[in-house]
Structure formats: structure tokens, C-alpha cells
């Protein structure tokens, strides 16, 4: 600092407008070393005229530990909160299949075992018993076909295929239109991401952002319209999805029901990115998520 001419700049400061303040490291007459808070103070006559400067200096080695300890604790619960994000993708996605390639087989296997019974039955003539029997025999395969249906929606839901063999655009397009059947809300959509290939990672997390927003439109907006965009320009992704709903309040959003809103905050942190409400009673709400398309340090991803 005296190098580079910091105390007489502060004296200058001072000087012109009263006060000056600083914060660095400074040597004690036992040439220990601290960090000090250092504020100068310009002292004048009555007439105005300069008379000297009150320096007041404060050790805040301490403090800034302090600081330090409490943004490296944040670092790690945010390093935490990524890894559990992933193993949970990765969970999802190894049930998902499990589900779907495991029990699918099986039941459409026991759908063509109950196909090699009716085929039996009719073989076998005409008794009364059996006539009941093929009956309820030709019932079953019904049963079966929903169960067929309630598994692919279970594993879909867990984590959508489409996600991973088309990507981010084709799977929002699916989101909506499941949205719109399950809630009969309108949506409209654009987007210019057809030429952008982003990570699993990024493209994932994206998504799930996208699913919470609409979850939280189903269950408080009353909305009977979104509108929905994905961007990309600039190094930057955008999505912006707008209501036409009821309008968040800063109390709505700082409520027990914000809970989903922090969840999207803490994923947008993880991508460096920043998450925007915006919400006017009875006018609806925007919530808007811009993230750089690739982590900084990364190859681009196009």
C-alpha cells in the first residue's frame, strides 16, 4: 500500500471529502501482521481550515476469518447440493429403466402367456367352466395394458427419454404438451435452441427449473395461459416463463409455499447463473433463468 501511495491517497480523500475508509493488512510494531479496518477523518477550524487528520484503526483479523469460514461453508453446502442433484439424476435415471425395460418385459411376457391360455382354452371345447374361465382369461390382458401404461409413466416421469435422445428443446415441447393435457392451461412456445447442444448436466438441470416453475403455475397461479421462451445469444441461455395468473407478492415469495422457488435459485447457482420473479397482483408472473451456455473454463458447447 505504501508502494503504490494508498495512505496519501486516503489523506487526499479525506481531505476533500471529510472521510476516507480502507481495509488491508497492516504491521504491528512487533512486525506481526493483521487486517485492519482504517477510517481518517479531515480535522478543521471553525474557519475550514485544515488543521490534521484522527485516524481510527480497528483489527478485523478475526472478522474476516470469520467471512472466509462462512463463504468456504457456503462453497461446500453448494458442492454438496451438486453432487446429491446428480446422484439423484442418476438414481432417477437407473430406475427409470429398471422400471420401464424389467417390468415392461414382464408384463407384456405375462400378456402373452395370458394369449397362450385363451388359445388353450379354445382348444379345449365348450364346458361351462371353461367358457367362464377364457372370459375372465380375456379380462385380464385390459388390466395389464394400464398397468403397462402406469409403469411407462412412472419411469417417464422419473426422468423423461426424450431429454437425453433429443435434448432440451424437444423435452420442454413434451413437458408442455403434458402440462397442457393434465391441466388444460394454454401454453404458447418459442424457441431458437436448435443449433445449441448443451451438457446433460446443464440441460437436466435446466428442465427440472422448467418443471418446478409449471408445478408451481398448477398449483397457485390460476393461470389459464403461459407463455414460455428459450433463448440462446450471446454466451448466455434464457428461459422465460410468463402467467397470466394471479401475481406473486414479495410475501408470496418469501412464504412456506417458496419452498420450490429456492429449490430453482440453488439450481440456477449451480450453473452461475441467476433466477428473476417478477410478479404484480392480478397481472401474473415472470419468471425468467439466465445461465452461460457452457461453466466458465469449459469448452463451448455447440
Known amino acids: 500500500d505504501v508502494r503504490r501511495g494508498k495512505p496519501d491517497q486516503n489523506l487526499e480523500l479525506a481531505r476533500l471529502q471529510g472521510r476516507a475508509e480502507d481495509e488491508g493488512w497492516r504491521v504491528r510494531k512487533d512486525g506481526s501482521r493483521f487486517q485492519a479496518n482504517v477510517i481518517i477523518t479531515a480535522l478543521r477550524d471553525d474557519q475550514g481550515s485544515l488543521l490534521g487528520f484522527a485516524q481510527v484503526t480497528r483489527d478485523i483479523t478475526g472478522l474476516k476469518q470469520s467471512e472466509k469460514q462462512l463463504r468456504d461453508s457456503r462453497e461446500q453446502l453448494r458442492a454438496?447440493?451438486?453432487?446429491?442433484?446428480?446422484?439423484r439424476e442418476e438414481e432417477r435415471t437407473r430406475i427409470a429403466r429398471e422400471v420401464h425395460d424389467e417390468l415392461g418385459q414382464a408384463l407384456t411376457g405375462l400378456k402373452m402367456e395370458l394369449a397362450w391360455l385363451d388359445k388353450?382354452?379354445?382348444?379345449?371345447?365348450?364346458?361351462?367352466?371353461?367358457?367362464?374361465?377364457?372370459?375372465?382369461?380375456?379380462?385380464?390382458?385390459?388390466?395389464?395394458?394400464?398397468?403397462?401404461?402406469?409403469?411407462?409413466?412412472?419411469?417417464?416421469?422419473?426422468?423423461?427419454?426424450?431429454?437425453?435422445?433429443?435434448?432440451?428443446?424437444?423435452?420442454?415441447?413434451w413437458q408442455i404438451h403434458d402440462f397442457q393435457k393434465r391441466t388444460d392451461i394454454k401454453c404458447e412456445f418459442a424457441s431458437n435452441l436448435s443449433d445449441?447442444?448443451?451438457?446433460?448436466?446443464?440441460?437436466?438441470?435446466?428442465?427440472?427449473?422448467?418443471?418446478?416453475?409449471?408445478?408451481n403455475i398448477a398449483r397457485h397461479a390460476n393461470a389459464s395461459r403461459v407463455k414460455i421462451k428459450l433463448e440462446a445469444g450471446q454466451g448466455k441461455l434464457l428461459l422465460e416463463v410468463q402467467d397470466n395468473g394471479k401475481g406473486m407478492t414479495r410475501r408470496d415469495l418469501s412464504g412456506a409455499k417458496s419452498l420450490g422457488l429456492l429449490g430453482i435459485r440453488?439450481?440456477?447457482?449451480?450453473?452461475?447463473?441467476?433466477?428473476?420473479?417478477v410478479g404484480r397482483r392480478g397481472k401474473g408472473t415472470t419468471v425468467g433463468l439466465r445461465i452461460p451456455l457452457v461453466r466458465p473454463g469449459a469448452t463451448r458447447e455447440t
Open 196 to 215: 445449441i447442444v448443451l451438457s446433460q448436466e446443464r440441460a437436466t438441470a435446466v428442465f427440472r427449473i422448467f418443471q418446478e416453475t409449471l408445478t
Open 120 to 173: 388353450k382354452f379354445a382348444e379345449a371345447g365348450h364346458f361351462p367352466a371353461l367358457r367362464f374361465l377364457r372370459q375372465k382369461t380375456r379380462e385380464i390382458p385390459e388390466v395389464v395394458d394400464q398397468i403397462i401404461s402406469t409403469v411407462r409413466k412412472i419411469a417417464t416421469e422419473l426422468r423423461p427419454g426424450v431429454l437425453d435422445d433429443l435434448g432440451l428443446e424437444a423435452a420442454i415441447e
Open 266 to 277: 440453488e439450481r440456477a447457482t449451480m450453473l452461475d447463473g441467476e433466477v428473476t420473479i
Open 80 to 87: 454438496l447440493a451438486a453432487y446429491l442433484q446428480s446422484v
